[in-house]
């Protein structure tokens, strides 16, 4: 069903939303607060993929970069909107709806800033079904869409239109190489598509997902009831069914790099009384594979998310301090990017991972 | 007056546009080779800049990339023509002339590979007077034509659309990302102006000049002339009238790097007879600046060319090899290229160096 969505949504679908960014995504609490800048006391509109219409013009809407850049590097604002416009203006034709390619992270919060400068719909789903650290990691591309042309832009109105066919890799490249040139963030509008098309490829009701993930960790709280059960209790409604407590312990090191464009590193979790093997969890802006000594845990796609041992908050990697006490969840992802060629696209040897998928369910008992 | 140019002008054009080059530009006869593939017995139409209506729509068409990989990685040949209609369709706007942006190098050949191609003619005239490293290095954006909307073609169709407004160091930044994305050469149509433009903007005649040049150099060899002698005639009937020897000697060293797609480094040039201090030349992809311990020769946008000390033939910084025997020649530019406004431009402080320009008639006797 369609819903209206108002700032005073916005808190708790950035907690979801940074639950979701595995550590990474980038920061939702500063696209938050560009959202409520424009919201104001006004209401967007999010269209349930089931809903919409096969003809509907879809232009999905997004930030590139770093992490750890877009949290010092805080948008204009008007860049997102001014990627889409160049993006009808290339294609000759006026978008319906704009949507998230990435439900995880600040990527849940620009089209909502789209929306609310412009009045268009947003569609409740993505591409990615969390975050990933690629433009090319979609299951949009896995299932047909393609990410060209992708319109690109910069906080002092710079305007770059990428056509790389059907190679939605070197689209990434380009796009990241632009990026980094305009210090490290970027605003894009690409994959542009048919009510039909979300249909297809897309992740369906991540965007309400987020929402509820946010509003039960909050809710929990408020009631002094375990906010773990909230999230699996609202999971369990999901596609993403299965939840996984793979360990709890302390933050003992966290290496983190910004190279070619990505916050990459490694964060190691020790067990809270410093004794038995200490858990590692690689990342690339997101986390992407957790291990026990040889032991694997969890691995991409399935969501890896580290959060605050009590309160369930969740902590990306660029705010991971020694010390913290921890909970490491896996969650599972849903079928469609499971897939042999969901997995080619953003696997783990999409990541350059010598280990092969395997389920979070099948890893760990309940 | 206009003229008709045929692949049997095509040698002596790439010699003269390799002295142009001033060590840099890329190889012309690579691009040579490219334009008698498509040129075969036709001829291509060069139009005077004096002739032409003011309102005739010109699209230069270029090269970018550093000359060490332009070497080795041989364009397609379409690229150049899909950028020209890339930018064409982003313009709604049909070109009825192409331009090089660039006399020195292989850009003295790109426009001609569009020419063969489309039947397009060619103004013979240009935005460098010479080489030059950066895209926004251009007498075009000295005098106020605008580079972007900038199209940028790869060799497996790529096309990336760049417009930064005004400003043209923005411009050359994105395509020189998008360019080392590509494997470090791109294809570009840039700076669309009228006809109107060119007169008031380019830098004239230079085509023809590259063209003369290379003539004199071969016809002084096959007469047992000076080959000197023939380049100091040939530049007098030009707009470049000052040519001094600014030293001989042997290459004793050459540094040589390639960084964030340039080629940057040294080339030192003892005296013949190993006595003396000998001669420093340093580029970016050009020949930036020649001293002989604290004594500055030339200085850019001036040109220093290195040539073979007999046969006059010119040398790129690629081509420099130890031992080899040369002279060192400076010649002035244009006052259009010396102005204020176009020494800031491409003068010594757009490369970083802290001498001021002082012109080489003035450096050195006749």
């Known amino acids: ?26 920061d939702p609490y500063i696209g938050q607060m560009l959202v409520q800048q424009v919201l104001g006391d006004g209401e967007i509109t999010i269209l349930d993929p089931e809903e919409i219409a096969d003809e509907l013009f879809v232009i999905p809407t997004a930030q590139m970069g770093a992490p750890t850049v ?53 569609v409740d789903a993505d591409g990615m079904g969390r975050a990933f650290p690629e433009l090319s990691m979609e299951t949009f591309a896995v299932y047909g869409v393609q990410g060209s042309p992708l319109a690109l832009a910069g906080e002092r109105g710079e305007k770059v239109i990428i056509d790389t066919g059907a190679d939605n890799r070197q689209m990434e490249s380009f796009a990241r190489a632009v990026t980094i040139r305009l210090g490290g963030v970027g605003h894009i509008a690409e994959y542009a598509m048919t009510g039909a098309d ?36 609202t999971l369990a409604q999901t596609l993403y069914s299965h939840v996984r407590e793979l360990h709890v312990g302390k933050v003992v090191d966290v290496e983190r790099r910004t190279t070619e464009g990505f916050a990459r590193g490694k964060a190691t979790i ?67 990017m ?8 953003f696997g783990p040897q ?16 309940p």
Chains 1, 2 share one sequence.
């Open 270 to 336: 020790s067990n809270l009384d410093d004794t038995g093997v200490p858990v590692e969890i690689n990342f690339q802006n997101e986390n992407l594979v957790a291990r026990r000594g040889d032991e694997l845990l969890a691995i991409v796609p399935d969501l890896i998310c580290i959060v605050d041992h009590e309160t369930a908050e969740p902590i990306t990697t660029e705010g991971l301090r020694y010390g913290q006490r921890v909970r490491v969840l896996g969650i599972s992802t849903p079928d469609l």
């Open 350 to 365: 999409a990541f350059g991972l010598s280990d092969s998928f395997v389920p979070v369910e099948q890893l760990s008992g």
């Open 338 to 345: 499971r897939s042999e060629a969901a997995l080619e696209t």
């Open 198 to 233: 979300v249909r297809r490829t897309a992740v369906p009701r991540t965007l309400s997902m987020a929402l509820n993930l946010g509003r039960a960790i909050r809710l929990a709280r408020e009631q002094h009831r375990s906010p773990f059960t909230a999230i699996a209790d």
């Open 70 to 122: 877009m949290v010092e590097k805080i948008p204009a604002g008007t860049e997102p909107l001014l990627a889409l416009r160049t993006l009808e203006a290339h294609l000759g034709r006026t978008a319906e709806a704009t949507m998230p390619i990435e439900c995880g992270g600040i990527n849940s919060m620009i089209p909502l800033i789209v929306a609310a400068e412009s009045g268009l719909p947003v």
């Open 1 to 26: 069903m369609s819903w209206t969505l108002t700032a005073h949504d916005l808190p708790d679908l950035a907690r979801g939303a940074t639950l979701l960014g595995t550590g990474g995504g980038g």
